[in-house]
């Protein structure tokens, strides 16, 4: 990509430009979580956290949002290229820089420092308020930003960042495991007793008493709603008293 008078720029620097961040991703729409805040440097492009796994093996730099504006940390930006004299702020305990210029209604005016493309009011002895301002800056007095750039093969993000795990269709997750059925006939292992296998077959004795316990009983009530239900039905109103005259 060509930036200020045919001066050309990185892939991944117009792509931190250019792409689309912070938007749902179209491939995993109906995922959770599937905003594309990562930028893959080597695809130069906005992927979301269930596209990291087809890119687990490229440069990767997590996009962040601060009032608004896109910004990225300050600690992997520096692994791409110099950023003195660029701005940070902090974030959760962590210093980020704004990729972009950020427009301003009025100029600075008063004494201290300032940016040297959007006269943005800064701390000293900062000159530059974005990532953008400080690359027009150098291909504008420099024609080159070669020096200010530096090699990087590997990037990734960082171990806070939550990169979930998609589940597959595992039928036996939720299915409760199977019991093995000894046959009396077999003979039990060394380690187990006759006390244990009296326990067991008393088990199943109280387990069959009362299975027809119970069985007794609903036949039993059955009969007697029945029974209920007939004299019920039998039974004829009396004759209304009346109350006496006065």
Same mark, same amino acid.
């Given at each position: 990509?060509?930036?200020?008078? &045919?001066?050309?720029?990185? @892939?991944?620097?117009? @792509?931190?430009? *250019?792409?689309?961040?912070?938007?749902?991703?179209?491939?995993? /729409?109906?995922?959770?979580?599937?905003?594309?805040?990562?930028?893959?440097?080597?695809?130069? *492009?906005?992927?979301?956290?269930?596209?990291?796994?087809?890119?687990?093996?490229?440069?990767?730099?997590?996009?962040?949002?601060?009032?608004?504006?896109?910004?990225?940390? =300050?600690?992997?930006? /520096?692994? =791409?290229?110099?950023?003195?004299?660029?701005? @940070?702020?902090?974030?959760?305990?962590?210093?980020?820089?704004?990729?972009?210029?950020?427009?301003?209604?009025?100029?600075?005016? &008063?004494? $201290?420092?300032?940016?040297?493309?959007?006269?943005?009011?800064?701390? /000293?002895?900062?000159?530059?308020?974005?990532?953008?301002?400080?690359?027009?800056?150098? !291909?504008?007095?420099?024609?080159?930003? +070669?020096?200010?750039?530096?090699?990087?093969? %590997?990037?990734? !993000?960082?171990?806070?960042?939550?990169?979930?795990?998609?589940? $597959?269709?595992?039928?036996?997750?939720?299915? +409760?495991?199977?019991?093995?059925?000894? #046959?009396? #006939?077999?003979?039990?292992?060394? &380690?187990?007793? &006759?006390?244990?296998?009296?326990?067991?077959?008393?088990?199943?004795?109280?387990?069959?008493?009362? +299975?027809?316990?119970?069985?007794?009983? $609903?036949? %039993?009530?059955?009969?007697?709603?029945?029974?209920?239900?007939?004299?019920?039905?039998?039974?004829?109103?009396?004759?209304?008293?009346?109350?006496?005259?006065?």
């Amino acid at each position: 990509m060509r930036g200020v008078q &045919g001066v050309r720029k990185p @892939a991944w620097l117009e @792509a931190l430009y *250019t792409q689309k961040f912070f938007a749902a991703c179209s491939i995993h /729409e109906t995922a959770k979580k599937n905003e594309m805040n990562i930028c893959c440097l080597d695809c130069c *492009t906005s992927i979301c956290p269930h596209c990291v796994q087809h890119h687990r093996y490229h440069r990767l730099i997590q996009v962040r949002r601060y009032v608004y504006h896109n910004v990225v940390r =300050l600690e992997d930006l /520096e692994r =791409l290229m110099d950023c003195s004299n660029v701005q @940070a702020y902090t974030i959760n305990s962590a210093k980020v820089v704004f990729i972009k210029k950020r427009r301003q209604n009025r100029q600075f005016k &008063g004494c $201290g420092s300032y940016c040297t493309s959007c006269d943005r009011s800064l701390q /000293e002895p900062f000159i530059h308020c974005s990532l953008g301002c400080k690359v027009d800056f150098v !291909l504008k007095h420099y024609k080159d930003l +070669t020096p200010f750039l530096r090699r990087c093969h %590997s990037l990734q !993000l960082g171990p806070d960042f939550f990169i979930p795990q998609d589940m $597959g269709d595992d039928d036996t997750t939720n299915e +409760t495991p199977r019991s093995t059925i000894v #046959d009396c #006939d077999e003979p039990m292992s060394s &380690g187990s007793s &006759g006390s244990e296998n009296m326990s067991m077959m008393s088990t199943e004795f109280v387990r069959k008493k009362r +299975t027809g316990l119970y069985d007794v009983c $609903g036949r %039993s009530s059955t009969r007697v709603s029945e029974e209920d239900m007939a004299t019920s039905m039998s039974r004829r109103k009396g004759i209304p008293h009346r109350s006496p005259l006065c």
